[in-house]
Nanobody, 131 residues
Framework: QVRLEESGGGSVQPGGSLTLACEIPSVPFPDYVMGWFRQTPGEEREGMACVSSIDGRTYYSDAVKGRFTISRNNDKKTAYLQMNSLNPHDSATYYC????????????????????????WGTGALVTVSS
């Protein structure tokens, strides 16, 4: 069973920063492409940032490029999302995801519709940006 353990999230003022972490202790973590997705009520879940399994290539959506940074520590079996310059539009539930299909194509993993493999999901972390 693939269980993703998320941590981080919370409330922050506009312009502030938060870091999310996602650990998968029970799998060969380096084999998995990892990503962070977010969803607001009534909207489709969308991929924000994804990182390939081995060489750490990254993909970012236009909405977060230049502000968010995804990284991974294969020894700790953990992926991170550093979020800077947060604004109210970033308020959402953030989900960590992992996949084995096409692990070197982070852009594909972030594409909520085109990715053909199975995504394993975390339970979500609520991020609220308000003054």
């Amino acid at each position: 069973q693939v269980r993703l353990e998320e941590s981080g999230g919370g409330s922050v003022q506009p312009g502030g920063s938060l870091t999310l972490a996602c650990e998968i202790p029970s799998v060969p973590f380096p084999d998995y492409v990892m990503g962070w997705f977010r969803q607001t009520p009534g909207e489709e879940r969308e991929g924000m940032a994804c990182v390939s399994s081995i060489d750490g290539r990254t993909y970012y959506s236009d909405a977060v490029k230049g502000r968010f940074t995804i990284s991974r520590n294969n020894d700790k079996k953990t992926a991170y999302l550093q979020m800077n310059s947060l604004n109210p539009h970033d308020s959402a539930t953030y989900y960590c995801a992992a996949g084995l299909h096409a692990p070197q194509l982070p852009w594909l993993f972030c594409d909520i519709k085109r990715y053909a493999g199975t995504r394993y999901w975390g339970t979500g972390a609520l991020v609220t940006v308000s003054s």
